[in-house]
């Protein structure tokens, strides 16, 4: 008979803020030929020889921001959403949760179902959007460690839940009583990617960044585009809390130096909207169901800061879903129509793993 049970997987934080820990989380992150795409060789000379020995401290100091008496935020946040699901679809469904980077770790998780007796589990990546950098890497890496640790075990991957109804409907609820103050401008910022990671999803090679308005030009690579999706989960949310066009713009955060990135960027954004006259305004952060240190310290910390200095009179941070009801409400939602067979987002391993670039 089979047994089935959740895997939720999200990103990772370090151990602890110390900068050995930071560099050994960054030493695996950074290491990940999904993030830095670049040749083995080149991108353990840049890991090893630049990176690795400047930022851990930097990245520490940032962590010391945000970071609580029990932990990182990300880590604390998933465990109660990983509970809170459990509770919620009874004790017939376990919930799992892993990090793709840091602890808990796949491998270990993995090994855990397996010593459990559980035979089927839904992958639920917790990114609404696809990127090589993000959902990919999450997915494979499951994958990977599966036909290693638990061959036998039968898996099903959600794919990118950016348009999804229900979705939207919670990013509304959540947003909605932070919509309702008086502002002059809403800023929905992303996570941001190398506009070459852009072109490398298209498999197509003839459409991403070639074809006039290519992000909202109908076409099947939109299912590997991660600009074309965030512009998506924008609009089906604006049109929900009927936001009118001149009132809200998209920008994208947390880049890397070397190499042309989405735009246009947040923390310019920041400084310019107030020279427009926004000078209240309200930060949104989709790409991310759960704060973490892109949301705590970038954007309420060093954005807030950019954007007062700038001229700016009021600045509000709309929090992730995190654990709230609308959020683990989705979840279940999703997890029940794949224990009833019946679920839209779900597919086999075989082809999920074939949306791999």
């Known amino acids: 008979m089979s047994k089935r049970a959740v895997l939720l997987v999200n990103l990772g934080s370090p151990d602890s803020t110390s900068v050995p820990d930071v560099r050994r989380y960054l030493r695996e992150f950074l290491g990940d030929e999904r993030v830095l795409d670049l040749p083995a060789a080149f991108r353990w000379m840049l890991l090893e020889g630049i990176i690795l020995r400047t930022r851990p401290k930097k990245s520490a100091h940032a962590y010391e921001e945000i970071w609580t008496k029990d932990g990182s935020p990300l880590v ?64 494979v890496k499951v994958f990977e ?3 290693k640790l638990a061959p036998k075990l039968k898996i099903d991957s959600v794919h990118p ?7 939207i409907e919670a990013l509304y609820q959540v947003s909605a009583p932070y919509f309702a103050q008086p502002h002059d401008h809403i800023l929905f910022s992303y996570h941001g990617i190398p506009v070459r990671h852009l072109r490398k999803a298209d498999s197509s090679k003839a459409h991403c ?14 299912s590997t585009c991660y600009k ?9 949310l604006v049109r929900r809390a009927a936001i009118p066009a001149e009132r809200h713009s998209v920008s994208f955060q947390s880049r890397l130096a070397g190499e042309p990135w989405l735009t246009p960027y947040t923390d310019f954004e920041l400084k310019r ?18 704060d973490c240190l ?50 839209p987002t779900a597919t086999h391993v075989r082809q999920a793993a074939a949306i791999a670039v």
């Not at 839940?161 to 979705?167: E, G, H, K, L, V």
């Not at 909207?273 to 759960?290: C, D, H, N, S, W």
């Not at 009179?313 to 654990?323: G, I, R, S, T």
């Open 76 to 139: 604390l946040t998933s465990k109660r959403v990983a509970q809170k699901l459990a509770s919620a679809l009874g004790p017939t469904t376990p919930v799992y949760l892993a990090m793709r980077y840091g602890s808990p770790s796949v491998a270990s998780v993995i090994e855990a179902m397996a010593k459990n007796g559980i035979t089927e589990v839904l992958l639920f990546p917790q990114y609404p959007h696809y990127a090589m950098s993000s959902w990919e890497t999450v997915v």
């Open 145 to 147: 460690q599966a036909a």
């Open 161 to 167: 839940f950016y348009a999804d109804a229900d979705y």
């Open 209 to 222: 960044t070639l074809v006039p308005d290519c992000c909202t030009t109908c076409s099947p690579v939109h």
């Open 228 to 236: 074309a999706q965030v512009l998506a989960t924008t609009r089906a």
């Open 273 to 290: 909207l107030p020279q427009e006259g926004r000078k209240r305004i309200i930060v949104m952060t989709p790409a991310f169901v759960a």
């Open 294 to 343: 892109e949301t705590l310290e970038e954007i309420a910390g060093e954005g807030k800061e950019d954007f007062l200095a700038a001229g700016g009179e009021h600045f509000q941070h709309v929090p992730c879903l995190n654990d709230q009801a609308p959020y683990i409400d989705f979840l279940a939602g999703r997890v029940r129509a794949w224990l009833d067979r019946a679920s």
